[in-house]
């Protein structure tokens, strides 16, 4: 059959990420001379995109346990990924193994390149093939990276609807479990029926523990009432499973699949060090549209885009500071004040003394 007479995938339900890169259209009007620098950086980041899928979709792991296969598309800055929904018993984990994948593609952008993504998450359907993506799961996500604004990626209602529910223990279950729980804490008398009840359903409650844990590090609640993508998570399983069944499951890994293992090892270790780069970046977007001393009166248009685009990287220093709080390390915060430049009574920002230098004082330093 020829290729233009192929019919197209029946319409399934996937877990569906869709973002693009921030700023892109406005470095071509600003920088022409510069377009294939840019394009090498693009080029990089998304080859190195590419190569990470590929590598989730060939780890042991993933694909024999997890049943993980990320399909994906990308177009100039545009990317979309995609992961079919099944009825698998592992279900929930491959949800949850989605996010971190996706997240960890917007760390590597922002990290690696300064690239900084807006976009959205979603569980929709589509028809989807090499040459053709269709339906309305597209759509909503589409419509998701339009409502982000700032350099986020949200979560749709659908997925908070299903993260949000328990996934390894009843309900009904769980609220009994807990009453029967604060009755004994208040010295009453536990039935050996109750007692039972407890211990039959002790180790789903740990499972459901355990995933509550990683999928509160993977989703954060921001101020204005969305749900983001923490691509700046970092699992501790220390603090997740005990150490028995942590020694276990390494030794399972380390047998089953090396790379895994390794990544696993890694995952915390350098937790700090991201935290330290993040800084750097924001910084250097804050000196970059933090002021207006370059503009002349006449140029109120190009002083409201600049004030546009500082708003979203304060957003990134605010959500910034927040991680640096959540994970107890305070001394990578960014310390930062605000005025108003009354010419064109727009937002100035500038970050303080103890801060990482500006670009131009890192090369100025790498020049000595």
């Not at 233009?4 to 996937?14: D, R």
């Not at 620098?37 to 042991?60: G, K, P, V």
Request: proline residues 3%.
């Amino acid at each position: 059959m020829s290729q233009e007479n192929k019919q197209p995938e029946p319409i399934k339900e996937y877990y569906i990420a869709y973002f693009d890169l921030l700023g892109y259209k406005k470095f071509f009007e600003d920088h022409p001379d510069k377009v294939g620098d840019f394009l090498q950086i693009i080029h990089e980041a998304i080859s190195n995109t590419i190569n990470y899928i590929r590598e989730i979709n060939s780890s042991r792991i993933g694909v024999e346990i997890g049943k993980l296969f990320i399909r994906k598309k990308v177009f100039s800055d545009n990317i979309l990924l995609c992961l079919e929904t099944t009825t698998a018993e592992v279900e929930y984990p491959r949800f949850l193994a989605f996010l971190a994948i996706v997240a960890d593609i917007q760390r590597n952008f922002v990290l690696r390149y300064g690239l900084f993504l807006r976009g959205g998450i979603t569980i929709g359907e589509l028809s989807f093939n090499e040459d053709f993506v269709f339906g309305k799961g597209l759509i909503d996500a589409v419509a998701l990276e339009e409502t982000a604004i700032y350099p986020r990626i949200i979560m749709d209602k659908s997925v908070l609807d299903y993260v949000l529910q328990p996934h390894f223990v009843k309900q009904g279950d769980l609220k009994k479990a807990c009453e029967i729980e604060n009755h004994a804490h208040s010295g009453e008398y536990i039935s050996d029926e109750d007692l039972a009840f407890c211990n039959s359903i002790t180790p789903a409650v740990n499972v459901e523990k355990f995933y509550l844990q990683w999928r509160n590090h993977l989703l954060f609640p921001v101020i204005d009432g969305a749900v983001v993508l923490n691509y700046l998570y970092c699992l501790n399983i220390n603090s997740m499973l005990d150490q028995a069944t942590i020694e276990q499951m390494l030794d399972f890994l380390k047998a089953f699949s090396p790379n895994d293992y390794q990544s696993l090892l890694n995952l915390s270790a350098y937790q700090k060090q991201r935290l330290e780069q993040h800084k750097n970046h924001i910084i250097q977007k804050i000196y970059e549209f933090g002021k207006y001393d370059d503009l002349d009166i006449s140029k109120a248009k190009e002083a409201d885009i600049r004030e546009r685009i500082l708003k979203k990287y304060l957003w990134v220093l605010s959500f910034h500071n927040y991680i640096c709080m959540a994970y107890g390390i305070p001394d990578c915060m960014i310390k930062s004040g605000s005025t108003v430049d009354v010419r064109f009574m727009k937002i100035t920002a500038e970050v303080f003394e103890d801060s990482p230098p500006s670009v131009k004082q890192q090369e100025e330093n790498q020049d000595e």
